[in-house]
């Protein structure tokens, strides 16, 4: 059992309904499995262009995630 105490208004907000399953958080997830899975092969078997395609699929699957969030279709900002 924890010694540390906490008080009521010590507790984070509760988060909203849709945490983590908006269209933003979904396109995001997909972007970077894909692009880890693409990377991973393209250093297990030594093809470096494949791995720079993974690199550049995260950085877009990164951008349009903050992107569609932009657009109201991510989890809301507090």
């Known amino acids: 059992m924890s010694s540390v105490h906490l008080e009521p208004q010590d507790l984070p907000e509760v988060a909203p309904h849709n945490h983590g399953r908006t269209t933003a958080a979904w396109a995001t997830n997909v972007g970077l499995v894909l692009a880890a899975l693409l990377a991973s092969v393209g250093i297990a078997i030594p093809v470096w262009p494949l791995v720079w395609?993974?690199?550049?699929?995260?950085?877009?699957?990164?951008?349009?995630?903050?992107?569609?969030?932009?657009?109201?279709?991510?989890?809301?900002?507090?």
Do not use: D, M
Request: hydrophobic content about 60%; charged content about 5%; glycine content about 20%.
């Open 53 to 78: 395609v993974g690199v550049g699929i995260a950085v877009v699957s990164i951008a349009a995630g903050a992107a569609l969030r932009a657009l109201g279709h991510g989890q809301p900002l507090q």
